[in-house]
């Protein structure tokens, strides 16, 4: 990736960056969010691979 992410306003609701704490507190309510259907797993491997912290 060499540019700034600019998500398409079409395809996405909301966008924005969470602190570690925010991201666990939303890994628990991801239903209610509404994020991809494949997003757990990207978090999932994203933990993994820094020896399951944030």
Same mark, same amino acid.
């Given at each position: 990736?060499? *540019? ?15 602190? *570690? &704490? ?5 890994? &628990?309510?991801? &239903?209610?969010w &509404? =994020? ?12 993994? =691979? ?5």
């Amino acid at each position: 990736m060499t *540019g700034a992410l600019v998500p398409d306003a079409a395809e996405v609701a909301w966008c924005g960056w969470l602190s *570690g &704490g925010e991201l666990r507190a939303a890994w &628990g309510e991801w &239903g209610e969010w &509404g =994020f991809t259907p494949d997003s757990r797993e990207v978090l999932r491997r994203y933990v993994g =691979f820094r020896g399951g912290g944030l």
